[in-house]
């Protein structure tokens, strides 16, 4: 298992969207994806679970990932996040 922070710095925060767009890559790896913050974790494969996190902008978020392809997908998702989902703002 492979973990690393991630801030959400797009000016809307994790709304549906761009939690959407996350469980739409996660889902394409073969690896188990979760996301907590704080003391909640929720599958990074499920927009319920993504939408209850309610992480506004600037929040940080740890993205843990166990599977054969953890590393693409901790480098996938990550890069998915600094982009801000593919946002303008």
């Keep these: 298992m492979i973990s690393?922070?991630?801030?959400i710095s797009n000016r809307l925060g994790l709304?549906?969207?761009a939690a959407a767009r996350f469980v739409e890559l996660a889902s394409g790896y073969r690896a188990q994806v979760t996301l907590r913050?704080?003391?909640v974790s929720v599958d990074g494969k499920s927009i319920l679970g993504i939408l209850t996190l309610a992480a506004p902008q600037g929040s940080e978020l740890e993205?843990?990932?166990?599977g054969p392809d953890e590393q693409q997908a901790i480098e996938g998702?990550?890069?998915?996040?600094?982009?801000r989902f593919g946002e303008d703002a």
Aim: charged content about 35%; proline content about 0%; overall charge positive.
């Design 4 to 7: 690393r922070t991630i801030r």
């Design 37 to 39: 913050r704080g003391e």
């Design 15 to 17: 709304h549906a969207r």
């Design 77 to 83: 998702l990550s890069e998915l996040v600094i982009s």
């Design 63 to 66: 993205l843990l990932v166990e």
